[in-house]
């Protein structure tokens, strides 16, 4: 079983609607968790990051955690053709120190179409 | 210069040849990473380092060597190259390392292997 697991897609969305990116992963200590956008050769950047259960909002972004069911979703309303990326959900495990390694899922990729 | 710069971007080398990736935060942090990122798989950690101390080494053959001779900056030295060693090659940095800290990306150095 992959540690992190996203459906590597494409998901495509039409411009102005929600686009949901979703994500499990198997730790059940982990405790960080973290979505990225890429843009096509370009490096990963910071777009949310969420370490309760519950819902995190920011502009058109929102995160959802429930770490009973070990799943961190992306919520992106009103998507815009920039959207189109692949975004990659990380978690972080704390694991025996104060240092966790973060674990990427695959990424899925999405385009918005105008 | 601010954020996390890498040179070069992009590199191309023999089986033969060595070489060496820079990287150099100008966030003030503490903790630095090399990931390797390949066509249609996971980013890798491959090094961590907390404080100039390498604290995770995941599995990387001999033939990458780190190096970080304080906090700013971090080097990978690589020899004797095999082409599936071919990929983008990024480094991050975070605060001081904690499980809870976002990490801030540089864009990476493309690397072919021929």
């Known amino acids: 079983q992959k540690e992190v697991e996203q459906n590597s897609g494409p998901l495509s969305v039409p411009e102005g609607a929600i686009a949901s990116l979703n994500c499990t992963y198997s730790d059940r200590v982990s405790q960080s968790f973290f979505w990225y956008r890429q843009y096509s050769g370009k490096s990963p950047e910071l777009i949310m990051s969420?370490?309760?259960?519950g819902d995190k909002e920011d502009g058109r972004f929102t995160a959802q955690l429930n770490k009973a069911s070990q799943y961190v979703s992306l919520l992106i309303r009103d998507s815009q053709p920039s959207d189109s990326a692949t975004y990659l959900c990380a978690v972080k495990s704390r694991g025996g120190t104060s240092y966790g390694k973060l674990t990427f899922g695959q990424g899925t990729i999405l385009t918005v179409h105008p | 210069e601010t954020g996390v710069t890498q040179t070069p971007r992009h590199l191309v080398m023999g089986m033969t040849n060595k070489k060496s990736l820079k990287c150099e935060q100008h966030?003030?942090?503490?903790?630095m990473y090399w990931y390797k990122q390949s066509a249609k798989k996971p980013l890798e950690l491959m090094f961590v380092y907390n404080f100039k101390e390498q604290t995770e080494n995941n599995s990387v053959p001999s033939r990458f060597s780190p190096e970080c001779p304080n906090s700013s900056h971090l080097f990978l030295h690589l020899h004797t190259l095999q082409p599936e060693d071919s990929a983008l090659y990024l480094c991050a940095s975070s605060a001081t390392g904690q499980y809870q800290e976002t990490q801030y990306f540089g864009p990476g150095t493309r690397l072919l292997v021929l």
């Open positions: 966030l003030g942090h503490n903790a």
């Open positions: 969420i370490y309760s259960n």
